[in-house]
Every structure is written in structure tokens, then in C-alpha cells.
């Protein structure tokens, strides 16, 4: 900011083993988007070693963090983020276009993905044709379709009513028992409590870091 340092993220220590499900929580300000960003990739800390899935990815370039981010990561976001004029099944096959998938494969793995999230009957609708809840689980489609190491899920019920949420947390819950690694950023305490193991900041600290969810188990 100008000339000012401002240190976001004060002495981190953090592992997160595969096939975790892990809940992200903390209060405005208080470090956890900055730390998402560094488990995504889309930002580098400054100092410190982050190491995903056995590589330093702490000094890559730009354009070697966004193969990473393509090949290891999954994003799913509170507001969709989905391309208006494309059908459900374009917009889940959009990461596969970036990694050079040849066509016949992509649709494959497009309808594959898309039936894993039970929209097998909604391939072919737009996001303006979907629910709330449909348009989350084509983004859940489409951070999946890569085979990602991690999920990482972004507020992804801020813009959901509390049945859907519950449907999209229950969907969550699915791809973590088949052994996708899960890492959800999120302020709702009912939210989190789906996670088997919630990591709370404070200040740019981790308070606690526990197996406290209730709904876990």
C-alpha cells in the first residue's frame, strides 16, 4: 500500500495432508483470503516454502503457477463465475480447452463430470436456464474436471439459500469420501462444522486448528 509493508500472514505453519477436508475460518482481516490465495496459486508468499504435492511452488513464475493452478486446483467460487452464453457442459469443459484436451476427450470428461454432480439432465442449459443450486454444482463440475489434488472452495453457499447450501455441503461431503482433498474458506460456523478439521485465524495467525466439526463424522 504506497510505500507501506503490510504483513498479512505472521509465522504460518500449516500441513494439509491428502484427502483432508479442511474449513478455513476467521473474521474480516484476518488472513485467510491472503492464505487461500497461496494455496491456489495466485499469490507467492514473500517469504516461507509452500510445498503442493511434492514441489516448491514458493518461487515459480506467473505462467508456471497458472499450469499448477490448471493441473492441481480446483476453484469453486460464492458467485458462480460461469460463461453466460455457454451451456452447462462448455463451461465445465473450459479447463480442459487451457490444458490442450482434444475435443472428443473433453466432452467425455465434461459429461462424466457433470454426472458426478447429478446434472446429467442439464448439459445442455445455460446458466440463466439453471437454479442456484445447479449453477454451484456446474462449478463443482468444472473444478473437478481435471482431476485435481485440491479442492478449493471459496464461500461457495455465500449466494445459496440454506436448503441449497445444505444440498451443496452434502455434495461436498460425497467427493470427499471418494477421496478428494477438500479445503473450504468460509465465516458460517454451521458451514464449516461440515469440514472434519477446521483451522481458525486470527490477526495473520493460526488461534486453533482442530477436528471440531460436528458434522464430520
Not at 448439459?123 to 439453471?130: C, F, G, I
Not at 464449516?192 to 486470527?202: C, E, H, M, P, Q
Request: with cysteine; aromatic share 4%; proline share 3%.
Amino acid at each position: 500500500m504506497g510505500k507501506e509493508v503490510l504483513q498479512v500472514l505472521k509465522g504460518i505453519d500449516l500441513t494439509i495432508e491428502k484427502g483432508e477436508y479442511v474449513a478455513l475460518m476467521g473474521p474480516s482481516g484476518s488472513g485467510k483470503s491472503t492464505l487461500m490465495n497461496m494455496i491456489g496459486c495466485l499469490d507467492s508468499p514473500t517469504s516461507g516454502t509452500y510445498i503442493l504435492n511434492n514441489q516448491d511452488v514458493s518461487g515459480m513464475t506467473d505462467n508456471e503457477l497458472a499450469e499448477i493452478r490448471n493441473k492441481e486446483i480446483g476453484f469453486v467460487f460464492q458467485t458462480f463465475n460461469l460463461m453466460p452464453r455457454q451451456t452447462a457442459l462448455d463451461n465445465v469443459a473450459l479447463p480442459l480447452i487451457y490444458a490442450g484436451i482434444k475435443k472428443a476427450q473433453r466432452e467425455e470428461l465434461s459429461k462424466k463430470a457433470l454426472e458426478g454432480v447429478g446434472l446429467a439432465d442439464r448439459m445442455t442449459h445455460k446458466p440463466n436456464e439453471l437454479s442456484g443450486g445447479q449453477r454451484q454444482r456446474v462449478a463443482v463440475a468444472r473444478a473437478l474436471v481435471n482431476n485435481p489434488a485440491i479442492l478449493l472452495a471459496d464461500e461457495p453457499t455465500g449466494n445459496l439459500d440454506s436448503k441449497t447450501s445444505l444440498e451443496i455441503m452434502q455434495l461436498f461431503a460425497d467427493l470427499h469420501s471418494k477421496g478428494n482433498t477438500i479445503i473450504l474458506v468460509t465465516h458460517e460456523e454451521d458451514i464449516a462444522k461440515f469440514a472434519k478439521r477446521v483451522v481458525r485465524l486470527k490477526d495473520g495467525r493460526i488461534e486453533h486448528d482442530g477436528n471440531e466439526g460436528a458434522l464430520a463424522s
